[in-house]
């Protein structure tokens, strides 16, 4: 990931204009900035929900043991009004997660994130894809 | 990222063919009828926007130049869709691009504007009145007095319990997504509904008065007129649990619509409460024809965010009170 470049002028005030408009909560509240992770698992659900979707994935652990992930990310109401359903994405398609586990210490996580295996960043929807 | 070039790129193509606001038009735009002869605003708009409400301090006009604004949609653009630094609490997000939830990638509703504020002329809010600062310092006490913000469901703001958001309105302003409208017109009244949490406001065009002063609602009691091709709504009754910037309840808030061409509804409005104000502010967007339909933003259904921050919270103290009592000498 790269770093935010510093920005100066016009730019300085958009960004804190708009910085507390982004989210409906404090993700910071309800994931740990001290715990990141990153898994990779195999789709099980996507659980596309308002006001923010999940994906649960299957995650092997280093025992080998299969642990089930839940992942958060954008909401669903703005990707179905571009196209995007719960096909675009297949079951069992494999993911690679980077994100934040929830302050509880449940497997659950923010999708900082999300890879497909072969390392391209998975973009549900852009206007670059549709073109 | 090639991704992120074209997305900014994309975002300027609306302000190349944007007239200056305040130029001449050729001849006046009459706005097609009802069948019941209203002027028809009906149809699926957009307030999506970069302009800030107030104008950023080292702004001293009130329009930029078209080369400044597409310089201050790309910088804003760039910003949005910038990646954060791993580690840091803007980093704890999904990444908006991922999701086209970037304004940039959706319909947006550009303009020359340093500021959605035209009055005052300096394009920010007025000061305080010596009322409305009191109160804002008593109503930051009053939730210090309730505790922490996760320490209760009832603590939480009330976008995170999806009860309302801050700029649900009314007024109506643009966040980061759900920027999308739907105006439907039926004989005596106007329905408005509002992308973000999907609230439909129905408001009465038949003259009625509002509602009984001790009637307080979160949005509001709203009754609307035509002023010739202009839709007026006056909203009153709003209640101090939901405070629009620190208002308070007796806010009065005047919404105007008027369709300036096929493609732009203008949005202006105006509140008045002195006893927040020094004086009453005003402010104007151009509303953008958009795309439908809207699909419902159920927020309290899945929800989940709320527990996760409950739970989270509960987890620390459980952690916190565990690594006392180990430091607490054994007797």
């Given at each position: 990931m790269r770093t935010r470049r510093a920005v100066t002028g016009f730019g300085?005030?958009?960004?804190?204009?708009?910085?507390?408009?982004?989210?409906?909560?404090?993700?910071?509240?309800?994931?740990?900035?001290?715990?990141?992770?990153?898994?990779?698992?195999?789709?099980?659900?996507?659980?596309?929900?308002?006001?923010?979707s999940w994906f649960h994935l299957d995650v092997k652990g280093e025992s080998g043991a299969v642990v089930a992930w839940?992942?958060?990310?954008?909401?669903?109401?703005?990707?179905?009004?571009?196209?995007?359903?719960?096909?675009?994405?297949?079951?069992?398609?494999?993911?690679?997660?980077?994100?934040?586990?929830?302050?509880?210490?449940?497997n659950k996580g923010v999708g900082r994130n999300l890879l497909l295996a072969d390392g391209r960043r998975l973009l549900l929807y852009s206007k670059e894809t549709e073109k | 990222m090639n991704h992120r070039i074209l997305v900014v790129a994309s975002a300027l193509i609306g302000l190349s063919a944007?007239?200056?606001?305040?130029?001449?038009?050729?001849?006046?735009?009459?706005?097609?009828?009802?069948?019941?002869?209203?002027?028809?605003?009906?149809?699926f708009w957009t307030n999506a926007t970069y302009t800030?409400?107030?104008?950023?301090?080292?702004?001293?006009?009130?329009?930029?130049?078209?080369?400044?604004?597409?310089?201050?949609?790309?910088?804003?653009?760039?910003?949005?869709a910038e990646q954060t630094e791993p580690g840091t609490i803007p980093d704890v997000h999904y990444d908006f691009t991922q999701f086209g939830l970037d304004r940039s990638q959706g319909a947006m509703a550009l303009n020359l504007?340093?500021?959605?504020?035209?009055?005052?002329?300096?394009?920010?809010?007025?000061?305080?009145?010596?009322?409305?600062?009191?109160?804002?310092?008593?109503?930051?006490?009053?939730?210090?007095?309730?505790?922490?913000?996760?320490d209760a469901v009832q603590n939480e703001p009330l976008g995170a319990r999806c009860i309302l958001m801050d700029r649900n309105g009314p007024p109506m302003l643009a966040g980061a997504y759900n920027n999308t409208y739907q105006i439907m017109q039926a004989p005596g009244y106007v329905m408005i509904?509002?992308?973000?949490?999907?609230?439909?406001?129905?408001?009465?065009?038949?003259?009625?008065?509002?509602?009984?002063?001790n009637v307080r609602q979160w949005t509001g009691s709203s009754r609307g007129r035509w002023d010739g091709q202009t839709l007026v709504i006056e909203t009153t009754n709003?209640?101090?649990?939901?405070?629009?910037?620190?208002?308070?309840?007796?806010?009065?808030?005047t919404e105007r619509f008027t369709r300036l061409d096929d493609e732009t509804l203008r949005y202006q409005f105006t509140v008045e409460d002195p006893s927040t104000w020094t004086r009453p502010w005003s402010a104007e967007v151009p509303w953008k024809k958009d795309k439908g339909p809207i699909f419902e933003h159920a927020c309290h259904e899945g929800n989940y965010g709320l527990y996760n921050t409950l739970a989270g919270a509960r987890a620390e103290e459980k952690r916190a009170a565990e690594e006392a009592a180990k430091k607490k000498p054994q007797n």
């Open positions: 300085v005030a958009l960004l804190l204009a708009a910085a507390p408009a982004m989210a409906h909560h404090a993700f910071s509240a309800e994931f740990d900035i001290n715990k990141p992770f990153k898994l990779r698992g195999t789709l099980t659900k996507w659980e596309m929900i308002n006001p923010h839940m992942i958060e990310g954008g909401s669903p109401n703005q990707l179905i009004k571009n196209g995007v359903t719960k096909n675009t994405l297949a079951i069992g398609t494999e993911l690679v997660i980077e994100g934040y586990q929830a302050k509880d210490g449940t | 944007m007239p200056l606001a305040g130029q001449a038009r050729p001849k006046p735009y009459t706005a097609p009828r009802t069948p019941d002869g209203q002027p028809d605003l009906q149809g800030t409400l107030e104008r950023p301090k080292n702004v001293d006009k009130e329009f930029y130049t078209i080369e400044e604004a597409r310089e201050v949609v790309k910088k804003a653009a760039a910003d949005e504007r340093t500021s959605l504020i035209v009055d005052p002329p300096d394009g920010r809010l007025p000061p305080l009145s010596a009322e409305g600062a009191r109160r804002a310092a008593e109503r930051t006490a009053a939730r210090k007095s309730r505790g922490g913000p996760h509904l509002v992308e973000m949490l999907h609230d439909a406001r129905i408001i009465p065009l038949d003259g009625r008065p509002p509602l009984p002063s709003l209640t101090d649990k939901f405070a629009f910037m620190g208002a308070s309840e007796g806010m009065r808030l």
